[in-house]
């Protein structure tokens, strides 16, 4: 069993900052990258950062400069540090992970998402 718990959500004006946070546990071998999507009400579900062992980050071109993907390899923990936010930044962010647990595969993992609301 493995579990993504997102935090960090909430509402902040157009210019703020949020920093959210998702932790994986459970049965891990290891994880090849971690990233964040968000689903806007109406659209599809879109790539926003990601953050893999082996390369440098990758960032959808609406988030680059804005926002910042880390990881915290020791506590299995990946971030988005978001800066400057806009209106059309409002979405339900996702976090998702491809998971070793041990087979020699990775499997894909979704996190429950949290709402990220950028409204003055």
């Known amino acids: 069993q493995v579990q993504l718990v997102e935090s960090g959500g909430g509402l902040v004006q157009p210019g703020g900052s949020l920093r959210l946070s998702c932790a994986a546990s459970g049965s891990i071998s290891r994880i090849y990258a971690m990233a964040w999507y968000r689903q806007a009400p109406g659209k599809q579900r879109e790539l926003v950062a990601a953050?893999?062992?082996?390369?440098?980050?990758n960032y959808g071109d609406y988030v680059k400069g804005r926002f910042t993907v880390s990881r915290d390899y020791a506590k299995n923990t990946v971030y988005l540090q978001m800066n400057n936010l806009k209106p059309e930044d409002t979405a339900v962010y996702y976090c998702?992970?491809?998971?070793?647990?041990?087979?020699?595969?990775?499997?894909?993992?979704w996190g429950q998402g949290t709402q990220v609301t950028v409204s003055s």
């Open positions: 998702n992970a491809e998971i070793d647990q041990g087979t020699g595969w990775g499997n894909n993992y």
């Open positions: 953050i893999t062992s082996l390369g440098g980050p």
